[in-house]
Structure formats: C-alpha cells, structure tokens
C-alpha cells in the first residue's frame, strides 16, 4: 500500500524566513495531494492541494510543487509569520484514501 | 467545504466501556471517514462508512472494536467499544466534498481513558 514520508519532522525559522517541508510517496497510483495545518487543540485545517496533472500551485504565501517522476512533493511558506507556527501534515491518495506523512512541528520564532 | 459537527467534543472515560461519537454534515456526501490521531501523531483512517453497507475497515481496525452506522447521507456514528487506555486519541469524522478527492475534517473527539 501507500506510504507516505515527510521531513522534516521540526523546523525552526526567523520571522520573514522561508519554509519547507517535504513528502515522498510510494504509489505511483496517487493522484491527489493534500496538505494539512493543525494547531494546538484543533482539528487539521486543509490550506492546499494538489492534483497529479499539475506541477506547482500558489496560494498567496504558500505554494506546492510535485514531481511525479521523483513522487515528492513540497510545500513552500514564504514570508513566514509566528501564526504559521503549527503541525503540518502532507498526504497523498489515490481515490478517497489519504495516508499521511508523519508530520512536521514548525516554529516561527518572532 | 463542509460544516461537519462532532459530538462528543471531549469525554474522558473508564477502562472498559464504550461510547458513540456521532458525526452531521450539514450537506449530503457520499463518503464518510473515521480518523484516529493517537497523542502525537499522525492521522491514520479507521474506516470508510458508505450509507446502505458495511463499513470498509483499513487493516489492523475490526468491527467488532469500532462498529460504525451511516444510517443516512448526512450522519455516521463510530463506536469505541470495550475502551483502554490506548484508544485515547482524537477521533476524527471527515467527508469527501467538492471537486475530485477533497477531504474535510470534523472538529474532532478527544476521548482520554483512565
């Protein structure tokens, strides 16, 4: 079945800095990848996705890139702020299934 | 998105019993999903609940231990039964909404067992 690898597992930035996380997946099958943020005491929030038929995506400060090829994906912060101090998850799935990376505890020192 | 409300939202429990987590989406969906996210850790799928059949359980999850209803498109209900305290965990309800495979969680389930 899938796996899925993320790393890494904390990260420390500047304000201001970049970010940046990244997967790897196993089944070359998946088609779909999600990234999650969840902070203390809340339910993981979706803040971007991507579909195997495109390569990078952008939303304001956050971006992702896939390469199928290589089947690893990134997310991108830049411009970081202590709000993004959170847990992010990455995911990939195939149908509806979505396994997830372990995990990645970001802090954004003021 | 979805509006995907969860009850209980916290609930510590004795070792032993069981209890019902119930789970309303404010629209109707195919698919449902049971979470868990043990302290820590990552999210790992529980089941798939499809309304008129069974649950679809992902291995190392039975039936027996986490029975689920989906007795219509808009509610599901998971079980933890016979609870220790490693079930401790937040248990998430998630749905399948908008374009392609989009996935939403509820606001989740922290259930503590002493």
């Known amino acids: 079945g899938e796996n899925v690898e993320q790393h890494p597992s904390t990260l420390s930035v500047q304000e201001g800095d970049s970010a940046v996380i990244k997967c790897t997946y196993s089944d070359s099958a998946s088609n779909y990848f999600p990234w999650y943020k969840q902070e203390l005491g809340k339910r993981p929030q979706l803040i971007i996705d991507?579909?195997?038929?495109?390569g990078e995506k952008k939303d304001q400060r956050i971006a992702v890139t896939l390469n199928k090829t290589a089947k690893h994906f990134s997310l991108h912060i830049t411009e970081t702020q202590p709000e993004d101090s959170a847990v992010y998850f990455c995911?990939?799935?195939?149908?509806?299934?979505?396994?997830f990376g372990s995990g990645t505890r970001l802090l954004v020192r003021p | 998105s979805a509006v995907i409300s969860q009850k209980p939202s916290r609930d510590i429990c004795q070792r032993g019993t069981s209890l019902t987590i119930q789970c309303q989406v404010d629209s109707q969906v195919t698919m449902m999903f049971w979470y868990r996210q043990q302290p820590g850790q990552s999210l790992t799928l529980i089941a798939t609940a499809n309304q008129g059949s069974e649950a679809t359980y992902e291995s190392g999850f039975v039936i027996d231990k986490f029975p689920i209803s989906r007795p219509n498109l808009t509610f599901s209900t998971l079980t933890v039964s016979n609870m220790s305290p490693e079930d401790s965990s937040i248990y998430l309800c998630s749905v399948e909404k908008g374009s392609g495979n989009t996935i939403y969680f509820g606001e989740g389930s922290w259930l503590t067992v002493v």
């Open positions: 991507i579909r195997s038929n495109v």
């Open positions: 995911a990939a799935s195939t149908s509806y299934k979505l396994i």
